[in-house]
């Protein structure tokens, strides 16, 4: 991801923040491919990334995707999972050396309160949030359908093509 155009464009459009919905964007500004995600459209993965830090993304994922991102070395605050709560082992090798990884309060039950309590925590929740529309528009659609508090923008699609 070219970080310094992305944050150029967030602050000429005045976004506060980028959410990605689309599993090509998630990828895109987090790096993270879901061996799942494709396989499971009617679950949703997405990533935040801030202007204040767009080289830490953030992670609305399901449950199951938690032993993955800590495979490729996320901190576990930067994950706000939902779903059906699950045991997760970080592999640290064969034997009894692997770490349990729990996640507490950041196991919600929907992604919509999972994002709703990662922009609370970062105190997003009345911020400018461009979101893409590469998914069909189905999250946008969802965000606006369960009120989310952040003033949203459907030009995130458009700041992710700029910065490629």
Known sequence: ??????????????????????????RYISGFASATGRL???????SLVTADDPARPYYVMPSAEIADLVDLGVDTAQMYVYGKPILAVADSGPGPDNDVLTIEGRLHPTPIAALRALLAELGLERAAVWVDLDDGGVAWRRLREEDVAARWSDGGADILQWTR
């Open 1 to 26: 991801m070219n970080l310094d155009r992305l944050l150029s464009t967030m602050k000429e459009v005045g976004a506060d923040a980028v959410l990605a919905t689309s599993y090509p964007n998630v």
């Open 40 to 46: 499971y459209p009617q679950n949703f993965y997405w």
